[in-house]
């Protein structure tokens, strides 16, 4: 069975850093595209990054050069470095796997990341 | 940017009612396009891919169709399980979802 489980989110202050883990199982993270996708509380969702099979990586113009998309072979864990940190990224980060390209068939249950003074 | 613009933003209905789901796009998508239903505190749940392909275990009521820039999401018979929030995603280029569309009963 396919299980995608996060962690790592927390509060922290503007300017600050976090890194957001990702474990799956019933599958090889490697072998897969996979994605972080985030939900501004009462809001829609937004594609945040994607890391191909390859390790090609793409970013979504908001969180170009502060995040980080990778992963851990050996743990099966996609990982998510988040630096300098605005309000404007309070939200459910959630982790999903590629059904092909760029669909998700699968996604975790979310981990809250709060920005706040 | 692809924009993504869906209507209405808010739908009232019954059980058994027929009902679709419009979603627009600034630009040529093609038919990469996929639906996703997601309900309150929940991850999104994966249910048109390509426009039109079913994903594995979505009932045969949900159904996708359009190509270009207008597609549409249609519930032939609305079931109780069915009232949630629903996003449509560009993947021509990048990726980018509509604001939601929130079914709700009537």
């Known amino acids: 069975e396919v299980q995608l489980v996060e962690s790592g989110g927390n509060l922290v202050q503007p300017g600050g850093s976090l890194r957001l883990s990702c474990a799956a199982s019933?599958?090889?993270?490697?072998?897969?595209?996979m994605s972080w996708v985030r939900q501004a509380p009462g809001k829609g969702l937004e594609w945040v990054s994607i890391?191909?099979?390859?390790?090609?990586?793409y970013y979504a113009d908001s969180v170009k050069g502060r995040f980080t998309i990778s992963r851990d072979n050996s743990k099966n864990t996609l990982y998510l470095q988040m630096n300098r940190l605005r309000g404007d990224d309070t939200a459910v980060y959630y982790c999903?796997?590629?059904?092909?390209?760029?669909?998700?068939?699968?996604w975790g249950q979310g981990t809250l990341v709060t920005v706040s003074s | 940017d692809i924009q993504m613009t869906q209507s209405p933003s808010t739908l009232s209905a019954s059980v058994g009612d027929r009902v679709t789901i419009t979603c627009r796009a600034s630009?040529?998508?093609?038919?990469?396009l996929a639906w996703y239903q997601q309900k309150p505190g929940k991850a999104p749940k994966l249910l048109i891919y390509?426009?039109?392909s079913l994903e594995s275990g979505v009932p045969s009521r949900f159904s996708g169709s359009g190509s270009g820039t207008e597609f549409t999401l249609t519930i032939s018979s609305l079931q109780p399980d069915d009232f949630a929030t629903y996003y449509c995603?560009?993947?021509?280029?990048?990726?980018?979802f509509g604001q939601g569309t929130k079914l709700e009963i009537k």
């Open positions: 390509k426009a039109s």
């Open positions: 890391i191909y099979t390859g390790g090609t990586t």
């Open positions: 019933g599958f090889t993270v490697s072998t897969n595209y």
């Open positions: 999903a796997k590629s059904l092909s390209g760029w669909t998700f068939d699968y």
């Open positions: 995603q560009q993947y021509n280029n990048y990726c980018t």
């Open positions: 630009h040529s998508i093609s038919t990469w």
